[in-house]
């Protein structure tokens, strides 16, 4: 059974930083599409940024470009979301996503993802 578990939240100044972790348990294999969204009180829930290949694709939401990089360590089957220069309005619980079937950039990028972790709360306050 595949799990997701993120670790990193917490509670931070405007302009602070976090970084986020999410490891995949119950996987024989490497995940190659890992994404980060979040959902903020009374919003959707948003893709933050996404990762295909290790690395060879990366996408990211415009309201985080230039301020959040994802990353991967393919043989820890781990990813993670350096998040700097928070605001407050990057509130939000951050959940991990991974998609086994992705077969591509696109699909990753575009799909929904089948598995999910629980989420951690991340607070920033100005």
């Known amino acids: 059974q595949v799990q997701l578990v993120e670790s990193g939240g917490g509670s931070v100044q405007a302009g602070g930083s976090l970084n986020l972790s999410c490891e995949a348990y119950?996987?024989?294999?490497?995940?190659?599409?890992m994404r980060w969204f979040r959902q903020a009180p009374g919003k959707e829930r948003e893709a933050v940024a996404s990762?295909?290949?290790?690395?060879?694709?990366?996408e990211y939401a415009d309201s985080v470009k230039g301020r959040f990089n994802i990353s991967q360590d393919i043989a820890k089957n781990t990813v993670y979301l350096l998040m700097n220069n928070l605001k407050p309005e990057d509130t939000a619980v951050y959940y991990c996503?991974?998609?086994?079937?992705?077969?591509?950039?696109?699909?990753?990028?575009?799909?929904?993802?089948?598995?999910w972790g629980k989420g951690t709360q991340v607070t920033v306050s100005s």
């Open positions: 996503a991974a998609d086994s079937s992705a077969r591509s950039a696109f699909q990753c990028m575009s799909g929904s993802p089948p598995y």
């Open positions: 119950g996987y024989a294999y490497s995940f190659h599409c």
């Open positions: 990762i295909y290949g290790g690395g060879y694709k990366t």
